[in-house]
């Protein structure tokens, strides 16, 4: 996706950032696909946090991305499908102030964006 789940998409991205814990993340997608789905897709997901990553704009800063690909990208984090490997509790998230990979408490909120199709 290229804007954050949420957002409008027309020619840009509105700036309605909607904040999940890592849990209703997953409630939303299953909700999008079992529902009217999105830009003709119906197998929407979480992104690992190698794929996520895989957006940053190192030469970019506040945020982190290519605005031109990902408009209105919020300097925020955006939560991964993945799991932190040592805390049960936490989950990686990609902070977009400054692209990098952090852990996140699984019940905090952060905003998600969505990749289609399997991994």
Not at 2 to 28: K, M, P
Request: glycine share 10%.
């Amino acid at each position: 996706m290229r804007c954050i789940l949420g957002a409008v998409s027309a020619n840009d991205c509105t700036t309605n950032l909607l904040r999940y814990s890592w849990e209703a993340a997953f409630q939303a997608v299953r909700d999008l696909d079992d529902g009217s789905g999105f830009a003709g897709h119906k197998d929407w997901r979480l992104p690992t946090i190698g794929e996520l990553s895989s957006i940053v704009e190192r030469r970019c800063f506040a945020p982190a991305i290519n605005q031109e690909v990902f408009p209105m990208t919020p300097v925020s984090g955006l939560w991964s499908a993945t799991p932190d490997p040592i805390y049960p509790r936490g989950a990686m998230l990609v902070h977009f102030l400054n692209g990098g990979e952090y852990m996140g408490n699984k019940s905090q909120g952060w905003a998600v964006r969505l990749v289609c199709g399997e991994r």
